[in-house]
C-alpha cells in the first residue's frame, strides 16, 4: 500500500459489474500501513485525528476532547479514548444502526461542541454485520469539520462483494479507514490495514526521530514510503506480504468470490432455520456473512455447554454471543470451503439441549 495507487476502470469480459480496483473510491493520494490489528489501527487513527484538530482548531495542550461513537462501536475504541483522554459521546442506534440523524442530533445536544473533534462509523460490526449510514454520517462530519473514522476490521472485507458494495456508501467521504485481512480477508494473523485519506497528517503525527533511526527515515523530499511513519508501531513484521502475494497470485475475483460465499452462506442458513428448524428462530436477517438466531428455550448455560461440545467433537467453532441482552448463538462465515451440509449438522446438534 502506499501512494501512487493507480484509478481507471476495471474491465472484464462478463459477470456484474464491480467497482474499479481502488474498492473504497479514496484518492490516489491515499495510502498508510499495515498493523498489528484493528485495535491499533482505531488507535493509530485517531491519534492523528487528535493531533489535525488541535493543529486546526489550535486547542490548547489539555484542552477537553471528546469524540462521538455509537452504542455498536467496538470495545477497542473505547480503548482507543480511554489511552488518548478524550471523551466519548454514545449515539443511541437506531435498529442497531448508526445514522446521520442520530450524529446530528447528538451534536445539537452537546453543550461544548467546539470539543468534538471526530465521529467513529462501523462498517460492519462484529456481531451482526451491520453497516452504519456512512453517507449520512459522512455530510454531517464534513459540516462540523469532525474527523470521520471508519472501523472496517471485520467488515471492511464487503467492499470487495458487489452483491453488498452500495450499503458502503459514504466510504469514500472517510478521513481514515482500517479493515482486517486477518479476518475476511483470508490472510495470517497480524495484519490490519489502515489508510488516511491524507497520509502526509499521519506522518506528521507518527513520524519517530532519534539517532538510530535517522539514516532509515525518509526525508520528505524522498518518495519513500516509510511504514512505521503512519502508525505507533515502530519495529513489525512484513505482515501485509502475505496478503500482497495472495491477492498477486490469485487475483481480486477470487477475493470477491470468497467473500461473496460468505455472504450467500449467511443467508442460505437463515433460510435453513425458517424453513426446517422450528426449535430455531433466525433473529435478524444477515447483511453480511454473519447470523444471530436463538435456540427457543435454551438457557444461557445451554448455549455455552452446547457451543464447548461442540468445538471439542470438532464440529465448528460457534460461541454465544449476546443480542439485545438476551444469551444468542452466532455463525460466523469465513472460509470459502464451508457448505450448508455443515451448517445442517451444526443446527441438528442443537435440537437437544446438551446434558
Ligand atoms: C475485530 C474487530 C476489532 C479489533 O481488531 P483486532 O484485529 O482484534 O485488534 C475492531 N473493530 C471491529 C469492528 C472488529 O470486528
Not at 226 to 243: E, F
Not at 327 to 347: C, D, H, Q
Amino acid at each position: 500500500m502506499g501512494g501512487g495507487r493507480g484509478g481507471g476502470t476495471h474491465r472484464r469480459t462478463s459477470g456484474p459489474p464491480r467497482p474499479p480496483p481502488d474498492q473504497a473510491g479514496l484518492p490516489a493520494a491515499a495510502g498508510g500501513c499495515f498493523v498489528s490489528g484493528g485495535s491499533a489501527g482505531n488507535l493509530s487513527a485517531l491519534v492523528v485525528a487528535h493531533d489535525a484538530a488541535r493543529r486546526r482548531r489550535d486547542l490548547p495542550a489539555g484542552a477537553r476532547l471528546q469524540v462521538v461513537v455509537s452504542d455498536e462501536t467496538h470495545s477497542s475504541v473505547t480503548n482507543t479514548l480511554n489511552i488518548i483522554g478524550a471523551e466519548k459521546i454514545v449515539v443511541p442506534t437506531v435498529d442497531h444502526r448508526f445514522t446521520g440523524d442520530a450524529l446530528r442530533a447528538a451534536l445539537q445536544a452537546d453543550q461544548d461542541p467546539s470539543s468534538i473533534i471526530a465521529v467513529v462509523g462501523t462498517a460492519g460490526s462484529t456481531n451482526a454485520g451491520i453497516i452504519d449510514d456512512l453517507a449520512g454520517i459522512a455530510e454531517v462530519a464534513r459540516a462540523h469539520d469532525l474527523w470521520f473514522h471508519v472501523d472496517g476490521a471485520y467488515g471492511g472485507a464487503g467492499l470487495f462483494a458487489p452483491s453488498v458494495r452500495d450499503r458502503f456508501a459514504g466510504i469514500e467521504c472517510v478521513d481514515s479507514f482500517v479493515v482486517d485481512p486477518h479476518k475476511w480477508l483470508f490472510a495470517p494473523f497480524d495484519c490490519a490495514a489502515l489508510i488516511y485519506r491524507d497520509p502526509r497528517l499521519a506522518r506528521s503525527v507518527h513520524t519517530q526521530n532519534g539517532p538510530y533511526l535517522d539514516l532509515v527515515q525518509a526525508d520528505d523530499s524522498s518518495a519513500e514510503w516509510n511504514p512505521p511513519d503512519y502508525a505507533y508501531q515502530l519495529t513489525r513484521s512484513a505482515c501485509g506480504l502475505p496478503l500482497w502475494f495472495s491477492l498477486a497470485v490469485l487475483g481480486i475475483d477470487a477475493y470477491s468470490a470468497a467473500i461473496e460465499s460468505g455472504i450467500a452462506l449467511a443467508k442460505a442458513a437463515a433460510e435453513l432455520i425458517r424453513t426446517e428448524y422450528t426449535y430455531l428462530e433466525v433473529i435478524r436477517e444477515p447483511e453480511l456473512s454473519c447470523l444471530v438466531y436463538r435456540r427457543r428455550g435454551w438457557t444461557p448455560q445451554d448455549y455455552r455447554s452446547w457451543s464447548k461440545r461442540l468445538l471439542a467433537d470438532q464440529l465448528g467453532f460457534v460461541i454465544p454471543t449476546s443480542w439485545e441482552g438476551e444469551v444468542v448463538s452466532r455463525l460466523a462465515f469465513l472460509y470459502p470451503g464451508t457448505t450448508i451440509e455443515m451448517v445442517r449438522e451444526i443446527l441438528d446438534s442443537m435440537l437437544e439441549a446438551p446434558a
